[in-house]
């Protein structure tokens, strides 16, 4: 009774078995056609690597995006404002003095100069407010130019950097002091760069000295000079060996 009831339900059994792997297989199918239909919709969405600003779009709505490599449609271009890279060559003499000063500190001079701090500023600022580091120097000197190119990488959070701005870059090195006069006091002749002081006497001198850097409005007096000398600011008419009467004056801060 049992075995017949048995080959009886058999078929029905092995039908319903068939249904159930036809019903997976339909999920299976289902599902990856979900995970499919989700790829294509990814590929209606276009998302930046980067943080910055989009410019005037290429593309209309409506139109035709092709990915085709051969035919690929632009969208826009994406400027990053932040971080900021500066492009710059630094002279052999520069790097030379560069190195020298890694080697007052310690380091060997013949390390990457990646990581030495950098400051920036721009043509309408007189001083380098903006802050960064060296991110990249090229192995070799530029045969030609006898010049190492060189890569700052600066946060520019504010974004008062945009791409394409000139700018000046400084590398700074050891602080020291220097002589500074103002730079309206210095003149010039066929013999080069002087300033007019007044000496002991109250008179007019003429002093040959040697013009380094200019901060500011003022000039770093390499050699030439003691910190002592009187320099002559205004008054440019006074002739050396004159007499003059000696009216003292603070020097204008370095902007």
């Given at each position: 009774?049992?075995?017949?009831?048995?080959?009886?339900?058999?078929?029905?059994?092995?039908?319903?078995?068939?249904?159930?792997?036809?019903?997976?297989?339909?999920?299976?199918?289902?599902?990856?056609?979900?995970?499919?239909?989700?790829?294509?919709?990814?590929?209606?969405?276009?998302?930046?690597?980067?943080?910055?600003?989009?410019?005037?779009?290429?593309?209309?709505?409506?139109?035709?995006?092709d990915a085709d490599n051969q035919h690929r449609t632009v969208?826009?271009?994406?400027?990053?404002?932040?971080?900021?890279?500066?492009?710059?060559?630094?002279?052999?003499?520069?790097?030379?003095?560069?190195?020298?000063?890694?080697?007052?500190?310690?380091?060997?001079?013949?390390?990457?100069?990646?990581?030495?701090?950098?400051?920036?500023?721009?043509?309408?600022?007189?001083?380098?407010?903006?802050?960064?580091?060296?991110?990249?120097?090229?192995?070799?000197?530029?045969?030609?130019?006898?010049?190492?190119?060189?890569?700052?990488?600066?946060?520019?959070?504010?974004?008062?950097?945009?791409?394409?701005?000139?700018?000046?870059?400084?590398?700074?090195?050891?602080?020291?002091?220097?002589?500074?006069?103002?730079?309206?006091?210095?003149?010039?002749?066929?013999?080069?760069?002087?300033?007019?002081?007044?000496?002991?006497?109250?008179?007019?001198?003429?002093?040959?000295v040697e013009q380094g850097q200019l901060i500011g409005n003022?000039?770093?007096?390499?050699?030439?000079?003691?910190?002592?000398?009187?320099?002559?600011?205004?008054?440019?008419?006074?002739?050396?060996?004159?007499?003059?009467?000696?009216?003292?004056?603070?020097?204008?801060?370095?902007?």
């Amino acid at each position: 009774m049992a075995a017949d009831f048995k080959r009886q339900a058999e078929p029905a059994y092995n039908r319903a078995l068939a249904l159930l792997e036809g019903a997976r297989a339909d999920l299976l199918s289902a599902q990856a056609d979900e995970r499919a239909g989700e790829i294509n919709l990814s590929y209606t969405k276009v998302t930046a690597p980067f943080d910055g600003i989009v410019t005037e779009r290429q593309v209309s709505l409506g139109k035709l995006v092709d990915a085709d490599n051969q035919h690929r449609t632009v969208l826009a271009t994406i400027v990053q404002s932040g971080p900021i890279y500066v492009t710059f060559n630094v002279s052999e003499r520069e790097v030379l003095q560069i190195r020298a000063y890694l080697a007052s500190r310690g380091q060997d001079p013949r390390a990457t100069l990646v990581g030495l701090p950098v400051d920036v500023g721009l043509l309408s600022e007189s001083d380098n407010p903006h802050k960064g580091t060296l991110d990249y120097t090229a192995p070799v000197l530029n045969p030609t130019t006898k010049t190492l190119a060189a890569r700052a990488s600066l946060a520019n959070s504010d974004r008062a950097l945009l791409p394409g701005y000139s700018v000046r870059v400084r590398i700074p090195e050891r602080e020291e002091q220097v002589l500074l006069v103002p730079d309206v006091a210095l003149g010039s002749d066929q013999n080069g760069r002087y300033v007019l002081v007044v000496n002991k006497d109250s008179l007019v001198e003429q002093r040959k000295v040697e013009q380094g850097q200019l901060i500011g409005n003022l000039s770093v007096i390499a050699k030439g000079l003691r910190k002592e000398d009187r320099v002559i600011v205004g008054g440019m008419h006074a002739i050396p060996g004159q007499k003059v009467e000696v009216g003292l004056s603070s020097a204008p801060a370095a902007n």
